[in-house]
């Protein structure tokens, strides 16, 4: 059977993802799966909107009205969230510049997609993290007594110490660390930027166990890769995620009720770690730099949503707003009146 060629849309998305994102762009590989994951989408509407293969989809297709049409359908069948929606689209406009250097006799037609605005009104969602009793209750509910134990112990236990990444994690050899003092793990986060995180000692200590288990296990020792699953395997984010929902479903049986109204997810450990070193009285600056953020107003999103940081903030500048109120005998005077009203 003769093989159909491939069109002319399929070889310019391949030269986008393996040419033009990591070369020309020097986007991070946590960047091209995002992108990746908008162009999948994509490619499935229109080919249920054609109502052909995405094999045979052809540049034609790409129109401003079916990318319209895409956004509307991530907010109202897969109800995603604006900041997703423009995520999306952000996704897409790249695919339209690409596009337009390497098809120019088309360019109206990127261009019209390029003229597609992102919808305002994008709320920063409330961020969900792990306090310090729901941790607790996490590490207690890990059986350190088996071998997937002791791994899980240990990774979500370097998680929290250094507020890494998943997929940080994941990238971890075992070479990275420095299991002597000064204990620290070297990390390459997005950008491919390199930072060096301190550890604890409780930390090194589970590590320690952990490599000694893995080492007289399987194969995975001989790849130098940290965290592996049961097969000697390079664990996933999938594989992380089903973990701490494992564990979090545990506590939750167990009794931990505040767990179970918050959506936890492995980037929740993240934020915990953040919500803890300034609660601990960390600065944001040195946050910021153990966190590996871009800038500092990343790290800001922290303090407005911690009830306790929230508190610290305007005890700076209101001391007396939040003092408990004296007791005795209200004057029901101006003066009075406005003094007690800031004491409550």
């Not at 109202?76 to 510049?97: D, F, G, Q, Y």
């Not at 597609?116 to 509910?141: M, Q, T, V, W």
């Not at 109204?261 to 960390?282: D, F």
Request: include cysteine; aromatic fraction near 8%.
């Amino acid at each position: 059977m003769k093989k159909s060629a491939s069109t002319e849309l399929a070889r310019l998305i391949q030269q986008f993802f393996e040419e033009y994102l990591p070369a020309l762009r020097g986007m991070s590989t946590h960047t091209i799966r995002s992108y990746r994951d908008a162009v999948v989408l994509f490619l499935h509407f229109l080919a249920r909107h054609t109502r052909q293969r995405i094999e045979r989809l052809e540049l034609i297709e790409l129109t401003s009205n079916r990318i319209e049409k895409f956004l509307l359908a991530l907010e109202t069948e897969r109800h995603n969230s604006i900041t997703t929606r423009n995520t999306r689209l952000a996704a897409l406009h790249t695919l339209a510049r690409f596009l337009a250097s390497q098809r120019p006799q088309s360019l109206a037609q990127w261009q019209t997609i390029l003229g597609i605005p992102f919808k305002r009104g994008a709320r920063e969602a409330p961020i969900d993290y792990f306090e310090r009793h729901e941790l607790n209750a996490l590490f207690k509910s890990i059986d350190r007594k088996s071998r997937g134990g002791v791994r899980d112990y240990a990774l979500f236990a370097l998680m929290f110490n250094t507020g890494a990444r998943v997929q940080e994690m994941l990238n971890l050899n075992i070479q990275d660390l420095r299991l002597e003092p000064p204990y620290q793990v070297r990390l390459r986060g997005k950008g491919n930027k390199l930072r060096l995180c301190p550890l604890w000692p409780s930390t090194v200590k589970c590590l320690k166990a952990h490599i000694e288990q893995q080492s007289s296990n399987q194969s995975a020792t001989h790849t130098g890769r940290l965290f592996s699953n049961r097969n000697g395997g390079p664990l996933t984010r999938f594989g992380v995620r089903y973990l701490l929902r494992k564990y979090v479903a545990a506590v939750g049986a167990k009794g931990v009720s505040t767990i179970r109204n918050k959506r936890l997810h492995p980037h929740s450990i993240r934020h915990g770690t953040a919500i803890a070193l300034l609660k601990s009285g960390v600065d944001f600056a040195t946050t910021s730099q153990w966190l590996g953020h871009s800038t500092l107003n990343v790290t800001m999103r922290y303090a407005r949503s911690d009830l306790d940081l929230k508190r610290a903030a305007l005890s700076q500048v209101f001391p007396d707003a939040i003092a408990p109120p004296k007791a005795g005998h209200l004057r029901i005077d101006g003066a009075e009146l406005t003094n007690w009203l800031r004491r409550l």
